[in-house]
């Protein structure tokens, strides 16, 4: 998956994978997750947000089911 380097305090990069509807983030602390059943329209919307950081704790963080990679 490609993930796209982002420019936060806490988020390093976002990746998405349409096919498996898997959202991958990578976090400065040396953690990736990766989320399950995200849409298409969450990734644009998180990729689009004005604090990706602030996005992810109000809409996929406490929404999906995630898995530490």
Do not use: W
Request: proline share 1%; charged share 25%.
């Amino acid at each position: 998956m490609n993930r796209y380097s982002v420019n936060d305090r806490n988020i390093i990069s976002v990746g998405y994978d349409e096919i498996n509807k898997i959202l991958e983030i990578e976090f400065k602390l040396q953690a990736i997750h990766q989320y399950f059943g995200v849409t298409l329209d969450e990734f644009v919307a998180l990729m689009k947000a004005p604090e990706i950081e602030t996005h992810y704790f109000n809409f996929v963080y406490c929404q999906y089911f995630f898995d530490v990679e």
